[in-house]
């Protein structure tokens, strides 16, 4: 499991930057297309695991599976770009602007939205047997999931909007390390590892993910989940992609940007 040292893979993080920023449209929205549809899965298996076993320990140990299918496949997640794309920007790349990376984000939080909703839908489907009865438990369980995550932050008002916002930044805290501890393995299994780790403490400790609310948001709403739309927008999925904005960023991208790849000089001992 051969380990790349901090400034060789941290500067892989902006060479994924800059490969992001210059990626076509097409490519763009079918990679995070399909990334959305891989974690939303990863959420629902995850979901059914815990009702299952009634253990949720059980489901946050083996929700990264997705992560680490998404990642190995090529496929881009909001989460990610948010953390690598800037890097390219500031690092003066060839035809790397921020209106490229707005587009970016703009494509891949589409991408991931659509993807995420198919299998909502499909999911939704089979937990109502087509829509012909009422949701097995574990539909139940993702309709109070969004219960519990748009009406009950409301519920607290503006501490309960700070919460969420910390949330979003403490998730995308571990994910972007998760991201960023694959391209420290030249061998699958060391990706695995490094990325296996982060996203179980995100998943276990109920940091809100962007993506995976695409998933249980609009699927408990079709399974019959006691909250709107407009909840769910404003009570959740907004402030947590703001969040997850700046937790990569922060404290993922430009902190090891900062020091492993712009490197202050060495003090001079007297």
Request: with cysteine.
């Amino acid at each position: 499991m051969a380990y790349l040292a901090p400034a060789e893979f941290v500067t892989k993080m902006v060479d994924a930057g800059e490969s992001k920023l210059l990626m076509s449209t097409r490519d763009t929205l079918i990679r995070s297309y399909m990334a959305g549809a891989i974690l939303a899965l990863a959420a629902a298996f995850a979901v059914t695991v815990t009702v299952n076993t009634g253990n949720a320990l059980i489901g946050a140990l083996l929700f990264p599976v997705g992560f680490c299918i998404l990642y190995l496949l090529g496929f881009d997640l909001l989460t990610g770009v948010f953390t690598l794309t800037p890097l390219a920007v500031l690092d003066k790349r060839p035809g790397a602007t921020w209106a490229g990376v707005l587009r970016n984000w703009t494509l891949v939080f589409f991408g991931n939205f659509a993807g995420a909703l198919t299998v909502a839908l499909f999911m939704a489907i089979i937990f109502t047997y087509g829509f012909s009865e009422a949701p097995n438990a574990v539909g139940q369980k993702i309709g109070h999931i969004g219960e519990g995550r748009t009406l009950g932050y409301a519920a607290h008002g503006a501490a309960g909007m700070l919460t969420l916002f910390i949330r979003g930044v403490m998730c995308n805290w571990m994910v972007s390390t998760g991201v960023v501890a694959a391209m420290m393995s030249t061998s699958v299994s060391g990706k695995v590892i490094g990325m296996w780790m982060p996203i179980l403490i995100f998943f276990y400790m109920g940091f809100e993910h962007s993506i995976v609310n695409m998933f249980l948001f609009p699927s408990g709403l079709l399974l019959g989940g006691q909250f709107t739309f407009m909840d769910y927008l404003i009570w959740n999925e907004i402030p947590t992609v703001i969040g997850n904005l700046v937790g990569g960023l922060t404290f993922v991208g430009a902190t090891l940007y900062a020091t492993h790849y712009k490197t202050a000089p060495q003090r001079v001992v007297a």
